[in-house]
Each structure stands twice: as C-alpha cells, then as structure tokens.
C-alpha cells in the first residue's frame, strides 16, 4: 500500500476533549455531547487509546452523551509513577465515574482489558452501574498457585530493565505494520488508529502508551476472586465476540463456568470479525449495544 493511501478517517460525530485530575494523574477524555440523551462511558483496551472508540460513536445514536478516558499511561493521559494493575484501573475507574455521575448509575461499555477492569467494577459497586457491555471481555485463563515463584522472578527481573518505546522510521511503516496486523481494517481507519496510538518526535511516530504496561503483575490473575465479583453484579450483561476472536479456542468448560455467574446475560457473536471489533464492525457492534441498551430498555 502507498503512503498517499492512508487518507484518515473522517469523523462524523466531533469530540470535545477534556482533562481531569484523577488520583493525582492528568485523565484524558474524549466526550461526544449528545442532544439529551443517556450518560454512556466507553472503556478501551490495553494500550489502545478512547479516540479510536470514534468508529463505533459514529455508530450509535447521536442522542447519546458519549464519554471515552484515556487509562492511565494510555493515549493522552499521564503516565503512572506506579503500577499498572487491575486494582489502579478500579479505583480510577471509581474516582471517574464519582466526577462525570455520583448520582445517577451509568451505562458501561469495555473492550478486552476495559471489559474486564467493567465487569469487576459492576460487581464491586453494582449500584453504580446500570447496565454493562463486554466486548471481547471475558475473564483470563486461571492460574496456579504453583507458578507464583516463577512469576515473582520474573516480575523482579523487569524492574530493573529500561523501558523505551522505539519510534518508527515513518508514519506510512507505522501504518503498515498495523494493517498488516489487522488486515480486515480499511485504511483510513488504520490512519485515525494509527494518529491516536502515537505521537511525532524528532526520530518519527512515536507510541503514546507507557512502555511499563508490558510489565507483568507481581499477582497472579486469580478467577475464582473475578468470578465472585461477576456474582453480583445487579445490572444485565452483553458479552459481544468477534467469530475469529481468540476466545473461541479456549477451553469452553472454563467460558460456560464464567457465563453461570452472570445472573442477566446476553451474548452476540459477530461474523467475520476479530479481537478488535469496535475498529473492525463499529455499526454491528453499535446496533447490538443500542437494542441492548435502549431497545430492552423501553
């Protein structure tokens, strides 16, 4: 592909952008204002950024007050003088929501990690949190208390290894490399992606993202703690999947255990699509969240 290709997608829905101080750190917020509509809070994954929700925005009904944070050390946001684990992102999460809406349960949708952080979130305050949409948010795989020596070690070992992210020769390599990753994305949404996930520097396109999230938890992920949290959650779930997404190759056992502890739950599984479907089908994906969200609702 040429670089005079990469035209960048074109917005339909403008974003204002907005800061708040939260726990100390510098949050980034995209936030489409819609026309009187719900409170609808998008969380993205690991590493991605909150623009890059632009796609499925688009999408959904223009009524909807829309709002996208950047995690901490992700996108736009500062990056954590501390750690990047699961309990950070809950008691950002916690600290966000008391700013954008103390009063009034939300409605929540996350993606891969921002599933996940989502799904604990609503079982820890479900009070908060009205109703919740997974996508591609399902748990991780168990682990075993045996392999806790091991992952210590490890942990130890990358302290102390320099963390720095390499910038790209060009934007148009840059571009490259991420549709050869994702073949299934038209370019101009690998152009939009490609602007919020990196910034220029003097050496070429440069990640936003802290380099540190590859840093592994000293904790274990432990299922049985995610699985009581899932328990009581109050609000109904979507789980949305992509056909070719990794999940499908887990052990089905483990994902019909996870599915028994939602008390409410839905679940769509998208054609021809993968891992990243709010880049990869923004109007499936928003047609099934807003029949979800609005249409059950009435």
């Known amino acids: 592909m040429n ?11 403008i974003s204002n952008p907005e800061t708040l101080d939260i726990r100390g750190l510098a949050y980034h917020l995209q936030r489409w204002p819609g026309q009187g509509g719900p409170l ?3 969380l993205h994954g690991w590493m991605d950024a ?8 688009d999408a959904l009904p223009p009524s909807w007050d829309v709002i996208a944070p950047d995690w901490r050390g992700c996108g736009q946001s500062a990056w954590s003088p501390g750690s990047y684990y699961f309990p950070e992102y809950l008691a950002d999460l916690d ?31 479900p009070e ?11 748990g991780l795989p168990p682990s075993q208390a045996s392999q806790a020596p091991q992952n210590y070690q490890a942990w130890l070992r990358e302290q102390g290894a320099p963390r720095k992210n390499r910038p790209y020769a060009a934007w148009s390599s840059f571009m490259e490399r991420l549709h050869q990753a994702n073949p299934r994305l038209p370019a101009e949404r690998v152009a939009f992606i490609a602007h919020a996930w990196a910034k220029d520097s ?7 993202a802290d380099p540190r999230h590859k840093v592994r938890s000293p904790i274990l992920y432990r299922l049985e703690e995610a699985r009581a949290c899932w328990r009581r959650i109050q609000a109904p779930v979507l789980w949305v999947l992509g056909e070719h997404t990794p999940f499908v190759r887990l052990n089905q056992t483990l994902l019909d255990e996870n599915r028994a502890c939602f008390r409410d739950l839905r679940e769509i599984c998208l054609a021809d699509c993968g891992h990243m479907i709010h880049h990869e089908q923004p109007e499936a994906v928003a047609e099934a969240i807003a029949h979800f969200l609005v249409m059950e609702n009435a």
């Open 3 to 13: 670089a005079h290709d990469w035209t960048c997608y074109p917005p339909q829905r």
């Open 40 to 42: 609808c809070i998008l």
């Open 50 to 57: 909150g623009a890059t929700f632009q796609f499925l925005v």
């Open 202 to 208: 003097a050496e070429g396109p440069l990640l936003r």
């Open 95 to 125: 600290a966000l929501l008391n700013v954008l809406s103390p009063e009034i349960p939300v409605w929540l949708v996350g993606h891969s990690m921002g599933g996940n952080v989502a799904s604990l979130y609503a079982g820890i305050r």
């Open 128 to 138: 908060r949190i009205s109703r919740l949409v997974s996508l591609e948010g399902l």
